[in-house]
Structure formats: structure tokens, C-alpha cells
């Protein structure tokens, strides 16, 4: 349910929100998410330009133009002006007015706040450990989890090693989680003065931008035991199938690669989570994704999602029915 009772002594810990943002043209998708992965969070809402709002359904509607909001408000509103609001290019303006509606009307009433596009599949429950092991080891090194800002997702290093000033940015794809604290700060302490007039695709580097200047840097992600990614941002068998280039024994160059086969290439060189005397080294396959991973992206259609849900969840399937049967059932 999406309750909005601040301050309700009865609420238990660790709840999380999940949010995606959509369109008109993807609804179809952003209700398969809400039907599969979504109701395994505690609330889940989808955004999205051009339906009205429903907030008990979980349908929130994005109003451009705007620049006031407050509590009890049905709108997302942003400040951009852009009259092809759903364009990809106004993303950022789009998760802004996101976060702010978020802040304003359930800041009280979750713990973390997962959001992410209508492509992306989430696995709740994987989440929740992975964010109860992140507050251990915050008590472990004498900080309060409930008072210290975590801003986690997938970590795509800039250059060097993640850890030694802030040499990552969080990639939206799989989308990105924030605590109470975290969530606080965004919205009071950063996005007041930080790119409010700018129109960009690319939010994931300007919300890390921001949270960057109030001095909140991007939380590790990685599975603490292995140094295996939890937050991935293609669909599970991209990742399967990834490889990374070797040089051209002819011209000793390096073979031209994806941007995830860069990306595998410089996680396998960040120090281990728990040593980082040691790296991780390289993890193809299925060592490429951890055990607990969080969230994949790039599920593009109803089917597959439907498909990627009933195979984490068998049970979901009587016995004597194949999970291609039970897509059709669905």
C-alpha cells in the first residue's frame, strides 16, 4: 500500500518505496513491473507524463512548468518549460520533480527509496539484505545507518580506484537507492541550487553530481564478501554473455569493446570490499552477477520480465506448467 501516516510509532524498520518512471507508450511494461516485482515492495508508484494521478493506485502524473510543491500534492511538478516534456532529453527534470514528490509526501513512511525506469527489474527482498548488511557495517565503524545519507546503485568507475576519492558515478539503468537521510539531503541540501535549469538525458551523473557537492559520495554496492556487482544495468544474459576484448596480436591494439565489457574490465580491478590490498579480478559469466543481486536492466518487454519473474519465483508455476505457459497465464 502506499500509506501516508508520518510519524506511525507502528511502522515496522526497513520498509522500502519503489518508483519507476514511464510513458505513454510503455505503460503496458510499468504495469507488468508493478504486477511481478513491484508488490514485493512495501509502495510502489509509476510516474509518468501523460495519465492523471491516482496515487492509491500508485499512478502519479508529471507536470512541467511548474516550480512549487509541497505535501499532500497529487503532481509531480519540475520547473522545466520543455514542451516535449517526455522527451528522453528532460530525464533530469523528470527525476527531480520525482524525488521532490517522494520527499514531500512519504519521506516518514519508508526507510530507502529505490527508482529506476519502467525497464528495469528489481528483486526486493535482495535489496532489503543488502541494505540491512550496508547498516551493520555502518555500526560496525561507529555510524548511526539511520543518520548517515547512503546513495547506492551501480558503481561506474570514472578511472583509478573506487574509494580513493569519488572516481565513480551511480548508472541509472538499474536504478538507484537512497535512505531517509539521503533522500533529506537531496532534496534540502542539493537539487535547490544544483542544475535546476538544465535539461539532460543523462541524470545519473548529474544526480551524482549533486550529492557529490553536499559531500554525499556513491555508496559501495558490491557484494561484501565476494567483490561481485549486486546493481546491474543490462539484462541478465548480457551479463551472462559479456566478454572482455584481448589485444589484436597484429597491431597490439586493444580490441574495441562495449561499454559493460569496459566496465567489467575496470571492476576487476577495484580492491576487494573487505581487502583492498587485493582485487577483485574479473567476473564473467555466472560469477558476474552476486548471488544477492538487486536489480537488472534493459527488460524491455512485458514477456521477458514475466519470463525473468517466474524463474526467480517457481513457485508462482503449478507443477505440470512450463514457465512459457505461465507467461500466458499471467
Known sequence: SNSSNNNNP???????????????????????????????????????????????????????????????????TTTSSNKNNESYQNMWQKVRAIWAYLHFNYLDDYDYFHLGGDDMYVIPENLRYRLSQKAMELREKGFDPEETPIFMGQQVPKGGRMGQGQ?????????????????????????????????????????????????????????????????????????????VGTKNQKTKKKKRQSFHANAASSWARQGHPRDSAHVVGLKLGLEAASRYSVSFHNLFHPVFMVRVHTLLHRHLCPSEMNPVEAEQEY
Not at 66 to 71: A, D, E, N, S
Not at 209 to 234: A, F, K, M, N
Open 167 to 243: 572516481t565513480s558515478y551511480i548508472a541509472g539503468g538499474a536504478g538507484y537507492t537512497l535512505n531517509r537521510a539521503g533522500l533529506e539531503k537531496l532534496v534540502r541540501e542539493a537539487l535547490p541550487d544544483c542544475h535546476v535549469d538544465t535539461n539532460a538525458p543523462y541524470e545519473d551523473r548529474l544526480i551524482t553530481s549533486c550529492l557529490g557537492r553536499i559531500g554525499i559520495e556513491p555508496t559501495d554496492s558490491r557484494d561484501p564478501t565476494t567483490g561481485e556487482q549486486t546493481y546491474h544495468g543490462v539484462a541478465p544474459h548480457t551479463l551472462f554473455t559479456t566478454r
Open 10 to 76: 507502528s511502522r515496522p524498520s526497513g520498509r522500502l518505496l519503489c518508483a519507476v518512471y514511464s510513458h505513454a507508450s510503455m505503460y503496458d511494461l510499468a504495469r507488468t513491473a508493478a504486477l511481478t516485482w513491484g508488490h514485493h515492495c512495501d509502495g510502489f508508484f509509476v510516474f509518468g507524463g501523460d495519465a492523471p494521478s491516482v496515487p492509491e493506485l500508485g499512478m502519479v502524473q508529471l507536470i512541467f512548468g511548474h516550480t512549487t510543491q509541497g505535501r499532500g500534492s497529487t503532481t509531480a
